[in-house]
């Protein structure tokens, strides 16, 4: 077998292993909006389900609530611990239904989730749980299968980069946590990964209507499922300009394009987009003055590598201050990057390359730059979860990446892809052992 065949087929069985691993530990409901997620799962498999509300809703409502209980949820979060009372699931679940009016999300999307759940449609709620944890282990082995084929499309033969980057996604102890409980920014963060390999091997191997069709496809099914995607048509639209000066003499056939793209788009945004740019655009032009909370980038860093829980579990600071470190040595090699190779785009055999890597780039600024933008002009310090930006973890751990082998003489590369293996899954092991574990059953 090929030895970088069995490299990826380990790496993936890993990421498999690792995230049953963390999807038993971790007790049930005990990640961000597990429950309200979960409902929308198990509704979205009934018509009535779906639609229904804490008014008329199904039998297993009160199973849900009952499970909170047994499990002592609010033990682990910070809010104070109600009474049980029947058929009040509202009192312990956001039902997003009734929060968003329909707006949160897609039936289709939830399906997609909820196929486990044809299994076991009688069982007991809490099986059912992890029968639908076990699906969102899978997607985080495809996107780490997605983050190997990305990079070695625009790097074939760089063996540090190739598995550096799916190691860093691996390895991530809050990604992994993540990924191995019930929310639909999985499913998203797998869809916008999706249309970045197809942007990506567009522009290197080249565009074919097959390709544009499964670009585009994936990017609205992405933005159906969570509004963290919603970054994915500034990424496009600049991928377009790459390519429009070439066809310029066939403007007629651009401008039908462009209307028959409008048409598209017009019928089939997401309603809650609309409303969300509404809201923006009341903000800004209600001439409040823009400010970021200090907390807010902070916690986007802290919660993007390891802050598990319900944002409760914090780690020691000196690990923050590492992997801040670490980030700043891998922008400082970034920064040399950019000006040993400033002329990068200007040679024809380099142009593919340089554009796959300002496409990855523009995402994920268009990533960040929607969290902290809206925080500011809401003067809301809400979303600041690092959940928000994992569908770019794919080239932000790419970035990385590079930065730090610009720093490192290529002597040394095996070896420090060695070393960063090793660092690694020592700081995953640490967050698992001495963090999750003793916080989540000291308590039992």
């Known amino acids: 077998m090929n030895p970088s065949k069995l490299i990826l087929y380990s790496l993936l069985a890993l990421a498999l292993v ?41 039998a297993w409502y009160d199973e849900l609530s009952k499970s909170l209980f047994t499990f002592r949820y609010w033990d682990f979060v910070d809010t104070s611990r109600p009474l049980y009372a ?90 992994t946590h993540l990924m191995s409980t019930v929310n639909n920014g999985n499913l998203a963060e797998l869809l916008a990964t999706a249309v970045l390999y197809f942007m990506v091997t567009g522009i290197m191997q080249g565009f074919s209507l097959l390709k544009v069709f499964a670009m585009l496809s994936f990017a609205l099914a992405a933005m159906w499922t969570k509004a963290t995607t919603y970054f994915l048509p500034l990424a496009i639209g600049s991928l377009v300009l790459f ?62 590598w390891a802050y598990p829980g319900w944002m409760i579990l914090q780690l020691h600071p000196f690990w923050y201050q590492l992997l801040f470190i670490s980030c700043l040595l891998a922008l400082t090699g970034l920064l040399g990057l950019l000006l040993t190779k400033r002329r990068l785009g200007d040679a024809p055999s380099r142009r593919p390359q340089f554009r796959a890597l300002l496409i990855l780039a523009i995402a994920v600024a ?19 979860q690092g959940r928000s930006i994992y569908p770019v973890i794919v080239p932000i751990s790419l970035f990385l990446m590079l930065g730090w082998r610009q720093l490192i003489p290529a002597g040394w590369h095996r070896f420090s892809l060695l070393a960063l293996t090793l660092g690694l899954s020592l700081f995953d092991s640490l967050v698992l052992l001495d963090y999750i574990i003793p916080f989540f059953y000291s308590k039992y």
Do not use: C
């Not at 625009?154 to 540090?160: H, K, L, N, S, V």
């Open 366 to 384: 268009g990533s960040i730059v929607t969290i902290l933008a809206w925080n500011a002009a809401t003067q809301s310090i809400i979303y600041r």
């Open 18 to 58: 690792r995230g049953l691993i963390y999807g038993a530990v971790v007790p049930p409901w005990q990640a961000p909006d597990e429950p309200a997620q979960f409902e929308r799962v198990k509704a979205s498999l009934s018509a009535a389900d779906w639609n229904s509300t804490s008014q008329n809703g199904p």
């Open 243 to 304: 390519y429009l000066p070439a066809y310029r003499r066939h403007w007629r056939w651009l401008l039908l394009g462009g209307a028959i793209l409008a048409v598209l788009i017009y019928y089939f945004i997401p309603q809650r987009l609309i409303l969300l740019l509404a809201s923006f655009g009341a903000s800004v032009s209600s001439g409040h003055f823009f400010y970021l909370d200090p907390l807010v980038p902070i916690d986007l860093f802290r919660s993007f």
């Open 86 to 175: 029947p058929n009040s699931i509202e009192r312990y679940v956001a039902l997003y239904q009734e929060i968003y009016q329909g707006l949160y999300g897609s039936r289709g999307a939830y399906v997609v989730m909820a196929w486990p759940l044809f299994l076991a449609p009688h069982q007991d709620i809490t099986l059912q749980l992890y029968l639908v944890r076990v699906n969102m282990v899978l997607m985080n082995v495809a996107v780490i299968f997605l983050a190997y084929l990305i990079v070695r499309t625009i790097f074939p033969g760089d063996i540090f980069l190739v598995l550096g980057t799916p190691l860093i996604i691996l390895f991530n102890p809050q990604h």
